[in-house]
């Protein structure tokens, strides 16, 4: 866990690179342009940080005893995660997904 | 002052808000209103999705006023969610800042949609409507006007029916958040209600996932900071988005050059 200071610097952080990258475009306008290859960059790189920051969450435990992460394929987390994935594909509706992902999570813990 | 009384509609035309011009008031309301009635679809999920947001903050262990300042200056639901696994973790607060960088890259893509609507407009107009500017607002605003022919493009209409959505959407957003910090401290700790974050990322995250490389390019990001989770100050995740990204970008240059998906 961040120290309280550290949680304040982060909010503060966040909220000043929100507002700038909200921003750049409609302010700097002209004066920048993107080459094709580095909006194609741009579009994808959301979805990596996401999944990227979800996957270690979803098959990571912390390690026991001060050691590293250990994977575990068969954690809570990682099957209400497929759960909600395949609640999301079978009814196309994000909120039945965080609430039967939520459920089997509740149940198998 | 007050240009005229309300006709069919609740609320009279604020000339605080609408101007003092009665008939230009009245237009700028009615593309205002045209706003919040297109966000109706988006009302009932970004509110549950504020809720647990909400819930999730407190549930990671930052205070009411932290959770507070958050949602309503950061007001990037995906780049709070994406930073609280890193805020338990003890992750350096540069490497929590650099995580939501990322996840907040498709701003810059907003940014630059919205340009050729409102690159001309004032100063303040311009921030004012950066500001508002998210993701379901953006798709809203899109979805109506991208065939807009171009003498049209960023007029008062425009700019007040962008304005209406966004309202629209803060209005579903803050309350609903605010809700969720306050009920955090209501449910029991140990329902380990902060997994719901991660749920509601992966919900967030799965449209984004259109196309072949965006696919191979996650899954690759994925694997790689699971991986390298060992690393020091959480780089696992850093050298994952690296990775995947090249990765995407390969498998989208060797698919031909028909881009595949859509900007979100």
């Given at each position: 866990m961040m120290s309280n200071t550290e949680i304040w610097l982060t909010i503060i952080g966040l909220t000043l690179l929100t507002v700038v990258m909200r921003n750049v475009f409609l302010v700097l306008g002209h004066r920048v342009t993107l080459p094709p290859r580095v909006q194609h960059a741009l579009r994808y790189a959301p979805a990596?940080?996401?999944?990227?920051?979800?996957?270690?969450?979803?098959?990571?435990?912390?390690?026991?005893?001060?050691?590293?992460?250990?994977?575990?394929?068969?954690s809570p987390k990682l099957i209400a995660g497929a759960v909600a994935i395949a609640s999301l594909l079978l009814t196309r509706h994000s909120t039945a997904a965080i609430v039967l992902g939520m459920a089997a999570y509740l149940l198998l813990r | 002052m007050s240009p005229k009384p309300a006709d069919r509609q609740p609320a009279a035309p604020a000339a605080w808000i609408f101007g003092r011009d009665a008939?230009?008031?009245?237009?700028?309301?009615?593309?205002?209103?045209?706003?919040?009635?297109?966000?109706?679809?988006?009302?009932?999920?970004?509110?549950?999705?504020?809720?647990?947001?909400?819930?999730?903050?407190?549930?990671?262990?930052?205070?009411?006023?932290?959770?507070?300042?958050?949602?309503?200056?950061?007001?990037?639901?995906?780049?709070?969610?994406?930073?609280?696994?890193?805020?338990?973790?003890?992750?350096?607060?540069s490497i929590a800042l650099l995580t939501a960088f990322v996840v907040n890259?498709?701003?810059?893509?907003?940014?630059?949609?919205?340009?050729?609507?409102?690159?001309?407009?004032?100063?303040p107009r311009r921030l004012a409507l950066g500001y508002v500017a998210t993701d379901v607002g953006l798709a809203l605003f899109v979805s109506r006007h991208a065939n807009s022919p171009e003498h049209e493009r960023g007029n008062e209409h425009?700019?007040?029916?962008?304005?209406?959505?966004?309202?629209?959407?803060?209005l579903a957003w803050q309350p609903a958040s605010?809700?969720?910090i306050l009920l955090a401290g209501v449910i029991p700790g140990h329902w380990g209600l902060e997994f719901a974050a991660i749920l509601a990322?992966?919900?967030?995250?799965?449209?984004?996932?259109?196309?072949?490389?965006?696919?191979?390019?996650?899954?690759?990001?994925?694997?790689v900071s699971v991986a390298a989770a060992a690393l020091p100050l959480k780089?696992?995740?850093?050298?994952?988005?690296?990775?995947?990204?090249?990765?995407?970008?390969?498998v989208d240059a060797t698919s031909g050059r028909t881009p595949t998906g859509h900007a979100q």
């Open positions: 990596c940080a996401l999944v990227a920051v979800i996957l270690p969450e979803l098959v990571l435990q912390p390690g026991i005893g001060g050691g590293g992460p250990v994977m575990d394929l068969a | 008939v230009r008031a009245r237009e700028r309301r009615a593309a205002f209103v045209q706003g919040l009635r297109a966000s109706r679809p988006a009302l009932m999920p970004t509110a549950i999705w504020g809720v647990v947001a909400g819930i999730a903050m407190i549930k990671t262990g930052l205070t009411v006023a932290q959770a507070l300042s958050m949602t309503l200056l950061v007001y990037s639901g995906s780049a709070q969610m994406a930073v609280l696994p890193l805020i338990a973790a003890d992750a350096p607060v890259l498709r701003f810059i893509i907003f940014s630059a949609t919205l340009w050729p609507y409102f690159g001309r407009l004032p100063m425009q700019q007040w029916f962008f304005f209406g959505v966004a309202a629209a959407i803060w605010i809700v969720g990322l992966m919900v967030m995250t799965a449209p984004m996932l259109a196309g072949r490389p965006a696919v191979v390019g996650a899954l690759i990001a994925g694997v780089l696992g995740l850093l050298l994952g988005v690296v990775a995947g990204v090249v990765a995407a970008m390969a």
